[in-house]
């Protein structure tokens, strides 16, 4: 009794299978002296059985512990699934002491007593261990109690079974899952897998087939533009016009006119009647990027545009019946913006309706080499390159800090992949690279000479303005030039010019 309270509380405790079933082993010993225990059970899809746990064997002795059906006392209990009881292992001659030789065991009487373990029908192992014939106790008192911790060993073997199973299910569906999220985030040519990016598309979608106005909000460099086309990509309107405004590149006086277009006569220039960007957009979906800097006087034209599906050319009587979803995005803070009085706050309410949250580089940092290798990929056809990075440098690109977020990740990939010297670069051949980005100089390597492209004069920034282009000298070409291994496109670029250019002053010095 004593001994099933020790197991049961051992089992209580949660522990995982194997703990279990090695302390329940070791208290057989240590309570009633049933010695060297060990389960059997099969190999894998073999024909074999091994010994799997066991208490007070060596490594040696359970390597040894192998058996097919019927061969000796462990293979016969495990072919005819009956319980065997060997009163003393010197007389029986079936009895192999494979496992433990007869000289580890004490010098007395020796029995061996092995238990069937069954799951349902089926046996699937024994349980077996040595017995000391001396003992006070009857034999049948310890035979009793090995059947009912090999009908608890079949019990904690089934369930860990069961549990395995359910686990592989939920892994697989798990997969299918993140494949078919992939699969979408391919779809809208959106990259990565990180939670934070999985849960804004996820947003996305929920919200894709309304027509309320979505506010995408985020730093600059995280793809606004991107999410705004897989909206438009999700939505009911992905086979009408997608129309993408800059509001930062639009000057003042030209606003009213691009967004809602003019009649001919309108003003001077106007030589012809045209449709603005919101009547182009007709059906579909158009995205005001960067809206925070739009004028408050083009604020309130778009607030009555939004609110009565009309607008009116610039130099028209008669207005016009639109049907468009807006998409916004800014990287400003509206509400303070709304604060400080440069927007206006009825605008932002209609705008900030569905507001979508985009990620930075550092909250999705997971997806670094998935991006990293979309760029790679991308730089290498358009430049007929063949640069790839080692998983150190991949490392070191996950550990960076990206204050550009993705913007910045590519633009460093693609200069990357211009001025690399070497087909395959480590962690330590991207700091001039990196240090470019954070503009410092970088920091000295050891065991490693620095890149040839360091010999150059100046090459950080790596494009160096045109009004010092002509102060480039004899010298600095022949290096930029040997740097670039007689590549006339790349020395170039390494000096800021266009190749044009840098033919022009290498005639001129009449080389």
Request: hydrophobic share 40%; charged share 25%.
């Amino acid at each position: 009794m004593l001994l099933l309270q020790y197991v049961m509380a051992q089992i209580g405790k949660g522990l995982a299978l194997d703990q279990q079933l090695r302390e329940m082993l070791h208290l057989l010993s240590e309570t009633l002296g049933l010695n060297r225990g060990r389960i059997v059970l099969r190999d894998g899809d073999t024909d074999t059985y091994r010994i799997v746990h066991s208490y007070g064997l060596t490594r040696e002795e359970v390597a040894r512990g192998r058996y097919v059906l019927g061969e000796g006392i462990t293979g016969r209990s495990l072919e005819n699934r009956q319980l065997i009881i060997v009163q003393d292992i010197d007389k029986e001659p079936t009895f192999l002491a494979r496992a433990v030789e007869r000289e580890r065991l004490p010098p007395g009487t020796v029995a061996f007593i092995t238990v069937p373990i069954n799951v349902g029908s089926a046996t699937i192992g024994v349980l077996a261990c040595h017995r000391i014939r001396h003992r006070n106790r009857p034999l049948s008192d310890d035979t009793t109690i090995l059947k009912m911790l090999a009908t608890l060993i079949g019990q904690l073997l089934q369930l860990k079974a069961s549990l395995e199973e359910k686990t592989r299910a939920l892994e697989q569906h798990n997969q299918h899952l993140a494949r078919a999220l992939e699969s979408a985030t391919v779809r809208y040519g959106i990259i990565g897998t990180s939670p934070t990016l999985l849960r804004a598309i996820s947003q996305l979608e929920q919200v894709s087939a309304a027509n309320a106005s979505v506010l995408l909000l985020g730093a600059s460099g995280t793809g606004k533009e991107m999410f705004a086309r897989a909206l438009h990509l999700a939505s009911p309107r992905r086979d009408a016009p997608f129309i993408k405004v800059n509001c930062a590149a639009i000057p003042d006086t030209l606003f009213e006119s691009e967004l809602f277009g003019h009649e001919k006569g309108a003003f001077t220039g106007a030589a012809s009647e045209r449709p603005g960007w919101f009547e182009q957009a007709d059906t579909g979906t158009i995205f005001l990027d960067e809206i925070g800097e739009m004028p408050l006087s083009m604020q309130t034209k778009l607030l009555r545009t939004l609110q009565e599906g009309t607008v009116t050319r610039l130099g028209a009587k008669r207005e016009i019946k639109i049907d468009v979803r807006l998409v916004a995005a800014t990287n400003r803070d509206l509400s303070r913006e709304v604060t400080a009085g440069r927007f206006r706050q009825d605008l932002f309410y209609r705008l900030n309706v569905i507001p979508i949250r985009l990620p930075s580089l550092r909250e999705r940092i997971g997806d670094v080499p998935q991006l990293a290798a979309h760029f790679l990929t991308r730089f290498n056809q358009t430049n007929q390159r063949n640069v790839n990075l080692t998983p150190s440098a991949i490392e070191r690109l996950k550990n960076h800090d990206w204050p550009g977020n993705i913007r910045q990740l590519a633009n460093m990939i693609e200069r990357m992949v211009l001025l690399a010297d070497q087909a395959l670069l480590d962690d330590r051949d991207l700091d001039v690279f990196l240090a470019g980005d954070d503009h410092d100089e970088p920091a000295p390597t050891e065991h490693r000479a620095a890149p040839a492209i360091l010999t150059v004069p100046e090459p950080s920034p790596y494009v160096r303005p045109y009004a010092m282009a002509s102060s480039h000298s004899y010298e600095e070409l022949v290096r930029a030039l040997e740097a670039s291994w007689g590549n006339k496109s790349r020395a170039a670029q390494l000096l800021g010019l266009t190749e044009r250019q840098f033919s022009y002053r290498w005639k001129r010095h009449k080389l």
